[in-house]
């Protein structure tokens, strides 16, 4: 009996011990946003992730400090920023199943080496009072002249913008892409400025009438404590694009991740980033950041319920990295 509690302690002290690693990220995504993740993985397995947080640079670093780097894991918004990673040749090709069952094969790297955690899409705001809502529902509508003086957007070049005129470049061709940015930016109301936050309060002030925005903004600014941002959110409906029958859908984004490829603790890496994709942690990016679980049978928490469910446009996501500087170029040209 003796021999067996001793038995059984060592094997729960061994456990501890194999567990009871570390994980260093580098992460591209705001401290505030990982937190609810580091915090559920710790507790559940004691795992200690130390993350190094930056907007810029970091694949620079990585890419400096090659096998001396601590890193383990990056983590990244944008299809553009992840792909860098593999282009520079600092991810590790990972075995999972459990990765590649949860998430769509459009979602993730062919070569397994980066994953899509969460989805964003790129939805278009229009004002509840001026607007009907049948009035714009393509991506293609924001260039018709009948919204000339109507639309505000943050500048053209910002990844969302640039990944949404790579969808377009996919979807049209890029001759007809340079007419549609064209178009759009004949119907801006006010020179391309702010962020996201700051299209729906030009609403809510009358600026403009129709905004292209990052859906969960319009979700973070519905339930903010903050009675300003909620009379915001509630100038506009939201609209999500191109969802008639035949149409190709909603044009998305992915945050997501990589195990880096110099990690001593690749085994201990991946299964965070199989975590990222149980159903707790892809209920967490929609309680969090109103995101879109990866996994298109996840169940969604009530209030991404709420604000709705699309059709997403199913481009393989690399081809909107890989089509990026020439949506920069057209971006360029058009002066959006
Ligand atoms: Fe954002």
């Keep these: 009996m ?15 011990v194999v567990n009871a690693k570390s994980l260093n990220i580098y992460s591209h995504r705001q401290p505030y946003l990982l937190k609810p993740f580091i915090d559920a993985y710790t507790k559940k397995t004691g795992v200690q992730l130390n993350v190094v947080y930056s907007s810029k640079g970091l694949a620079q670093r990585l890419s400096a400090e090659g096998a001396n780097s601590p890193a383990d894991l990056i983590l990244t918004v944008d299809i553009a920023r992840l792909y860098r990673y593999e282009d520079l040749d600092l991810l590790a090709k990972i ?10 094969p459009y979602l ?7 994953f ?12 509840k009072d001026r607007m009907n809502s049948g009035d714009v529902l393509r991506y293609e509508d924001l260039a018709d002249p009948k919204l000339k003086g109507k639309i505000c957007s943050r500048p053209g ?49 009358g600026e403009c009438d129709v905004a292209i925005i990052n859906h969960y903004y319009y979700g973070k600014l519905t339930y903010s404590k903050n009675p300003d941002h909620r009379k915001w959110a509630k100038a506009s409906i939201i609209v999500f694009p191109n969802q008639g029958p035949g149409d190709r859908g909603a044009h ?23 975590f990222l994709v149980t159903d707790e942690a892809q209920i967490l990016y929609g309680d969090v950041n109103f995101e879109y679980p990866i996994n298109n049978k996840s169940k969604l928490p009530k209030r991404l319920k709420a604000l709705g469910t699309f059709k997403e446009d199913s481009l393989l996501i690399e081809d909107i990295a890989k089509l990026a500087p020439k949506a920069q170029e057209i971006i360029d040209t058009v002066y959006w």
């Design 108 to 114: 993730r790297s062919k070569n397994n080496t980066w």
């Design 95 to 104: 075995d999972s199943k459990i990765l590649i069952e949860n998430i769509p």
């Design 157 to 205: 070049s910002h990844v969302y913008n640039r990944a949404l005129m790579a969808s377009i470049i996919a979807a049209k061709g890029a001759d007809d892409a340079e007419k549609w940015a064209k178009g759009l930016v004949s119907n801006l109301a006010k020179r391309p400025q702010g962020n996201d936050r700051s299209q729906l309060k030009s609403i809510y002030s």
């Design 252 to 274: 998305v984004n992915i945050s997501g991740g990589g195990v880096v490829k110099f990690s001593k603790n690749k085994e201990t890496a991946t299964k965070f980033l199989e």
């Design 2 to 16: 003796k021999i067996s509690i001793l038995l059984v302690l060592t094997t729960i002290f061994i456990s501890n």
């Design 116 to 127: 899509g955690l969460s989805k964003r899409t790129r939805a278009i705001a229009i004002s």
